[in-house]
């Protein structure tokens, strides 16, 4: 049985005081869980680059902090050198970093990212230790076009192709890009039947697929996340809006840690 995964994506949102108001309330609402003996599943925050040593002081401040991890947003598909403006998978590291959302839709359509970047981007994370996020997903135009699964399988492929046996160390988030931050969620039975191919394209592809984290992220809220969370194959959520609220990040948590029949 995989352990359900809730992040956090906070995009270019937040400040030094707005995160530390979010950081407490999420770590008093984990460690209140926590103390009452509740179910718990992994959470991450994926901050901004800069606010990332914030994270880490809060994280060692507070010792109910510790129950959340560190992400990243983006990671460089170099190694270090000549190339301004990226953040390596080992300067990452250095800030305790455990993740990295690798490939999110918003870059893919604003920075141009290719397939090929996102792929060689998983392989330096894997390379430093760091669990890359593999987004994928399809547009409005190629769901109605009846491409979905042509399109997320072959965004897949190309991480597996460059990165082989050790894509089964990443986690992969199903966002249809018509469902972020938009407030239309994709139907439980909709999200299931794509992480349903994902989950056979990678058990073709490798062994131990089994164990590949599988999120669905697309305005997942605390109304929505029980029914999504309960389908077999959504094992956790990739959340933007709704991270950057603590009471409705928390209802997401509880709702992973206990998912009920759908
Ligand atoms: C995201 O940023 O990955 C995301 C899913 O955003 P939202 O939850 O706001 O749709």
Not at 176 to 198: D, K, R, S, Y
Not at 214 to 238: F, K, R, T, V, W
């Amino acid at each position: 049985m995989r352990r359900k995964l809730v992040v956090g994506n906070w995009k270019m949102n937040g400040s030094l005081q707005d995160n530390e108001a979010l950081l407490v309330a999420v770590a008093d609402g984990i460690g209140a869980a926590a103390a009452a003996g509740k179910p718990a599943c992994d959470v991450a925050v994926c901050a901004p680059f800069p606010y990332l040593a914030q994270v880490r002081d809060f994280q060692a401040r507070r010792a109910a902090a510790a129950l959340f991890d560190i992400g990243a947003q983006d990671v460089s598909q170099h190694e270090n050198g000549a190339f301004t403006g990226d953040v390596s998978a080992a300067m990452l590291r250095d800030f305790g970093v455990r993740y990295a959302i690798v490939g999110h839709s918003e870059r893919r359509q604003h920075q141009a990212e290719s397939d090929v970047n996102v792929a060689l981007k998983v392989k330096r994370a894997l390379a430093a230790g760091i669990t890359p996020i593999v987004c994928v997903g399809e547009s409005l135009r190629e769901r109605e076009a009846g491409m979905t699964e042509f399109i997320v399988k072959r965004q897949l492929s190309a991480v597996i192709h460059l990165n082989g046996p050790c894509v089964s160390e990443i986690a992969v988030a199903y966002e249809p890009v018509w469902a972020i931050g938009t407030g239309q969620t994709a139907m439980p039975q909709q999200a299931q039947a794509v992480h349903a191919a994902l989950r056979a394209q990678l058990g073709a592809a490798i062994d131990r697929a089994d164990r590949v984290r599988i999120l669905y992220g697309g305005s997942m809220n605390a109304a929505n996340a029980a029914e999504l969370l309960a389908q077999p194959d959504i094992d956790g959520g990739l959340i933007g809006g709704a991270a950057l609220k603590a009471p409705d990040f928390l209802k997401i948590i509880a709702a992973a840690a206990c998912p009920k029949a759908a």
